[in-house]
Nanobody, 117 residues
Framework: QVQLEESGGGLVQAGGSLRLTCTAS????????MGWYRQAPGNERELVAN???????KYADSVQGRFTITRENGLNTVFLQMSSLRPEDTAVYYC???????????WGKGTLVTVSS
């Protein structure tokens, strides 16, 4: 089992910044991928950004150039630095851990990010 603890959501004005943090604990083994998804009301959950243990990172087109994902493998922690936030970034952000060996997915409880115009 893997547990994910998220922090860092909140309310920010358009153009502002926030940083999300997610720490995984439990049965953590490489190779794996950790990242962030988000879900706005009425929308499906979508990938925001993820980072593989090998160093590859992937971003949604809508956040490219504005968001940066970093991970510290020794701490099993992933950060999402969000800048130039827009009202359309408003959503619940979920941390995800996926084992690339078993393909098991684990999810955090979610943290709300609200961007006011």
């Amino acid at each position: 089992q893997v547990q994910l603890e998220e922090s860092g959501g909140g309310l920010v004005q358009a153009g502002g910044s926030l940083r999300l943090t997610c720490t995984a604990s439990g049965n953590i083994f490489p190779p794996n991928v950790m990242g962030w998804y988000r879900q706005a009301p009425g929308n499906e959950r979508e990938l925001v950004a993820n980072a593989f243990t090998g160093g590859v990172k992937k971003y949604a087109d809508s956040v490219q150039g504005r968001f940066t994902i970093t991970r510290e493998n020794g701490l099993n922690t992933v950060f999402l630095q969000m800048s130039s936030l827009r009202p359309e970034d408003t959503a619940v952000y979920y941390c995800n851990y996926r084992s690339l060996t078993t393909l098991s997915d684990y999810w955090g409880k979610g943290t709300l990010v609200t961007v006011s115009s």
